[in-house]
């Protein structure tokens, strides 16, 4: 089967153009790797269960799509994506995945360890069709070790991998990070590792990637402090440890995040704030002082920061050199300028089984001053089985009978 026959759009300046990914994961992780993959070209088939497919269909905070299967989990990361529907437990279905196989770049899945080897469908089963394909396996802890078998969602790695022990501050700790930091992390792990084996001078290969390794090798300095200066990790929550004043501050309207992380820093917002004393009390003479003093210091600066909106303030300490920006909601920053002027959003007009237009993230990266992006909106559940299938060489009445036994 011709790559982009399915769906139409892929880009040929893309830097994936021409790499075929089947995409057998649920929910968040998984989804998330191919969504990266899909906007950066590659052609992404879904390969989903009869009749309920991706559980995320069924997630989100809007009930009404959640019923339509096109629940807005769903739909956040599966843009530009194919569907195909196969029951990998029938023996046909199984045989349609191999032939697939034998056509694709890149295969992933988030299943439990083991379970693509027991439905007969494990590496080195697919490997026999295609030596050169890219097995990515996305699990919780690992294929191996005691925890493999355990289930894994989110909020159980964030627990597990310390993420929680640190997040909050001495009197909210442990909290859970407000978004589904692991899943995320974890395909952003999966996406850059796949990209990699795809650059290797032989291809095909097994990978291995575990949402705990992800989420603690994203901690370095929390995880370097304790391996290599003793330090037991700690909640700080809004304060920056390795410096102050760098932390969250209360103005007129609401908190200002403000990182002066360098003595000429401090002296410059001292300056601003109109308090030029703080620079030659001894309190705060150097890094360390500061640190030690972080909340004395930071009662005198929001004496003044009080007096002023948080963004007034932000405009004019970045403009003197010290990093600052008012805390902003999700919805103020999408609407700002900043995001709304680098094409960060595309709308869809006609999302199968919708009547109302959707805005869908992009990914955060341009290439040569363009947002890599997919063409066609997030499928349908099974919404290009035939067509597959046909290119795969199934003909009409072999399809139908396919469908009508609830293989496809």
Same mark, same amino acid.
């Given at each position: +089967?011709?790559?982009?026959?399915?769906?139409?759009?892929?880009?040929?300046?893309?830097?994936?153009?021409?790499? &075929?990914?089947?995409? =057998?994961?649920?929910?968040?992780?998984?989804?998330?790797?191919?969504?990266?993959? !899909?906007?950066?070209?590659?052609?992404?088939?879904?390969?989903?269960?009869?009749?309920?497919?991706?559980?995320?269909?069924?997630?989100?905070?809007?009930?009404?799509?959640?019923? %339509?299967?096109?629940?807005?989990?769903?739909?956040?990361?599966? @843009?530009? *994506?194919?569907?195909?529907?196969?029951?990998? *437990?029938?023996?046909?279905?199984?045989?349609?995945? *191999?032939?697939?196989?034998?056509? !694709?770049?890149?295969?992933?899945?988030?299943?439990?360890?083991?379970?693509?080897? %027991?439905?007969?469908?494990?590496?080195?089963?697919?490997?026999?069709?295609?030596?050169?394909?890219?097995?990515?396996?996305?699990?919780?802890?690992?294929?191996?070790?005691?925890?493999?078998?355990?289930?894994?969602?989110?909020?159980?790695?964030?627990?597990?991998?310390?993420? +929680?022990?640190?997040?909050?501050?001495?009197?909210?700790?442990?909290?859970?990070?407000?978004?589904?930091?692991?899943?995320?992390?974890?395909?952003?792990?999966?996406? +850059?590792?796949?990209?990699?084996?795809?650059?290797?001078?032989?291809?095909?290969?097994?990978?291995?990637?575990?949402?705990?390794?992800?989420?603690?090798?994203?901690?370095?300095?929390?995880?370097?402090?304790?391996?290599?200066?003793?330090?037991?990790?700690?909640?700080?929550?809004?304060?920056?440890?390795?410096?102050?004043?760098?932390?969250?501050?209360?103005?007129?309207?609401?908190?200002?995040?403000?990182?002066?992380? *360098?003595?000429?820093?401090?002296?410059?917002?001292?300056?601003?704030?109109? &308090?030029?004393?703080?620079?030659?009390?001894?309190?705060?003479?150097?890094?360390?002082? &500061?640190?030690?003093?972080?909340?004395?210091?930071? @009662?005198?600066?929001?004496?003044?920061?009080?007096?002023?909106?948080?963004?007034?303030? @932000?405009?004019?300490?970045? @403009?003197?050199?010290?990093?600052?920006?008012?805390?902003?909601?999700?919805?103020?920053?999408?609407?700002?300028?900043?995001?709304?002027?680098?094409?960060?959003?595309?709308?869809?007009?006609?999302?199968?089984?919708?009547?109302?237009?959707?805005?869908?993230?992009?990914?955060?990266?341009?290439?040569?001053?363009?947002?890599?992006?997919?063409?066609?909106?997030?499928?349908?559940?099974?919404?290009?089985?035939?067509?597959? =299938?046909?290119?795969?060489?199934?003909?009409?009445?072999?399809?139908?009978?396919?469908?009508?036994?609830?293989?496809?």
């Amino acid at each position: +089967m011709a790559i982009d026959a399915v769906r139409p759009g892929i880009a040929r300046s893309t830097p994936l153009h021409g790499i &075929r990914v089947l995409d =057998l994961t649920n929910v968040l992780a998984g989804p998330f790797a191919c969504h990266q993959l !899909a906007h950066l070209g590659a052609e992404v088939i879904k390969v989903e269960t009869v009749g309920s497919g991706d559980l995320a269909r069924n997630l989100g905070a809007d009930p009404d799509l959640s019923a %339509r299967g096109m629940g807005i989990s769903f739909l956040a990361q599966n @843009a530009g *994506k194919a569907s195909l529907t196969l029951n990998l *437990k029938d023996t046909r279905g199984k045989t349609a995945l *191999k032939r697939l196989v034998a056509s !694709a770049d890149v295969l992933v899945e988030n299943f439990r360890p083991g379970v693509m080897q %027991r439905l007969g469908l494990g590496y080195e089963t697919l490997r026999a069709e295609n030596p050169a394909l890219i097995y990515c396996a996305i699990s919780g802890f690992g294929q191996d070790g005691p925890w493999a078998d355990r289930p894994a969602y989110d909020q159980i790695v964030q627990g597990v991998s310390g993420v +929680m022990s640190i997040t909050g501050d001495a009197a909210s700790a442990p909290l859970r990070v407000g978004y589904p930091l692991a899943d995320t992390v974890g395909g952003l792990t999966a996406a +850059m590792a796949i990209s990699a084996a795809l650059n290797a001078e032989t291809r095909g290969g097994f990978i291995d990637v575990s949402m705990l390794e992800s989420v603690l090798s994203s901690m370095g300095w929390v995880v370097s402090n304790h391996l290599i200066g003793g330090v037991d990790p700690a909640p700080q929550g809004n304060e920056n440890p390795t410096s102050a004043p760098s932390g969250t501050f209360q103005c007129a309207d609401g908190l200002i995040n403000i990182a002066a992380n *360098k003595d000429e820093q401090f002296v410059a917002l001292a300056d601003h704030l109109g &308090r030029p004393d703080l620079v030659a009390s001894p309190e705060y003479a150097t890094r360390e002082d &500061r640190k030690r003093n972080r909340l004395r210091l930071k @009662a005198e600066l929001e004496t003044v920061l009080t007096t002023r909106p948080a963004r007034d303030w @932000a405009q004019d300490l970045n @403009a003197i050199g010290v990093p600052a920006g008012a805390v902003m909601s999700v919805p103020e920053i999408l609407a700002h300028p900043q995001v709304r002027n680098r094409d960060f959003l595309a709308r869809f007009d006609d999302t199968p089984g919708l009547d109302r237009p959707i805005e869908l993230m992009r990914i955060g990266a341009m290439i040569d001053g363009v947002r890599p992006s997919v063409a066609t909106p997030p499928p349908a559940l099974g919404q290009d089985s035939t067509a597959i =299938l046909s290119a795969l060489g199934y003909g009409t009445d072999e399809i139908a009978t396919l469908r009508a036994e609830g293989v496809i």
